[in-house]
Structure formats: structure tokens, C-alpha cells
């Protein structure tokens, strides 16, 4: 069993609530896509992916179901079935490709994996609430802009590990 000191939950704490707050603000912003308002950039998912990195998968996959019931409380319960749809397939898209890929692809290829499926999660989701299997027909314009989304994520996430000092990064 993995060490749970303090200061390993401190900066899971930390890092859930700037996660949540990401998710927040983006929430804010008017949709992208008018067709499809469910699909954001996902800022939150720069730090899921540094969790899966740095806290490993086990520690991430808590991490993502947490984050999506603080954020149903805070924004509104209705989104919980579309964010945890798509927060647990990006999860599982982005944990596997990074320890059974990673460096052959690098993490922008991790985050696009994450962002495509995530978003294919969201709109199955819209279809099966909705009950109208014709939302299937956004899924191109879904997918070109989880790509550019998955690409904003993967720079992001790079920076993040590449230039933070060593000691934010460890903590066995």
C-alpha cells in the first residue's frame, strides 16, 4: 500500500480544489460549440493528467471521482452524468496510454486520446438522456475540436512537469 503521509494528501487537497476551480471558471465561459454545449477545453484535465503522473493511476482515478462531485455541488447535479462520463473515459485513455505508452507517445498524444474520448462519452450521454440518437451526427466537429483542446491540455501538462521544481513533484 502506497504511503498516504500528510503532505501527499495536502497536495492532492490542493490540487482537487484547483481542479474544481478550473472547472468552475471554465464552466463560465459561453460554449464553444453553440451545437454541443456540454464540450469545454478542459482545464481540469491538466491536472488530472499531472495526478496520473505524479500520484500514479489508483491515486487519480479517486481523484477524478472526487473532483466531479465537488464540482456537481458546486455548479449543478445535473452535469454529473455527462462529467463523470467523460472525466472517467478520459481517466482511463490518458492512466493506460501514460504507463503502457509513455515516452513512445508523448503526453499532448496522452491528452488527445483523453479529450476525444471524453467527449465521445459526453455526447453518448446527451443521446441517452435526450433520446435522440441524431446528436451522433456532431461527433466530427466534437472530435476536431477535442483535438485542438487535447493539444492545449498537453502543452500545458508538459510545462507543468518539465519546469516545476522537483520538490512539488515529489512526495513519497
Do not use: H
Not at 130 to 152: D, H, K, N, T, W
Request: aromatic share 12%; hydrophobic share 65%; charged share 10%.
Amino acid at each position: 500500500m502506497k504511503n498516504f503521509s500528510a503532505k501527499r494528501v495536502a497536495a492532492l487537497g490542493v490540487l482537487l480544489a484547483m481542479a474544481s476551480v478550473l472547472f468552475i471558471v471554465e464552466s463560465l465561459i459561453p460554449p464553444l460549440l453553440p451545437m454541443a454545449p456540454y464540450v469545454k477545453i478542459g482545464l481540469a484535465n491538466c491536472v488530472v493528467l499531472f495526478v496520473i503522473i505524479v500520484f500514479g493511476a489508483r491515486d487519480a482515478f479517486f481523484f477524478v471521482l472526487l473532483k466531479n462531485l465537488v464540482t456537481a455541488l458546486a455548479v449543478t447535479p445535473f452535469v454529473l452524468p455527462f462529467n463523470l462520463a467523460g472525466s472517467l473515459c478520459s481517466y482511463a485513455a490518458m492512466a493506460a496510454l501514460y504507463f503502457w505508452a509513455f515516452p513512445k507517445v508523448s503526453l499532448i498524444s496522452v491528452s488527445i486520446a483523453g479529450a476525444v474520448l471524453s467527449n465521445i462519452a459526453r455526447t453518448a450521454v446527451a443521446v441517452l438522456i435526450m433520446q435522440a440518437e441524431s446528436l451522433f451526427i456532431q461527433l466530427p466537429f466534437v472530435c476536431a475540436f477535442s483535438v485542438l483542446a487535447g493539444i492545449v491540455i498537453g502543452v500545458l501538462s508538459t510545462f507543468l512537469i518539465k519546469y516545476l521544481p522537483e520538490r512539488l513533484t515529489k512526495f513519497k
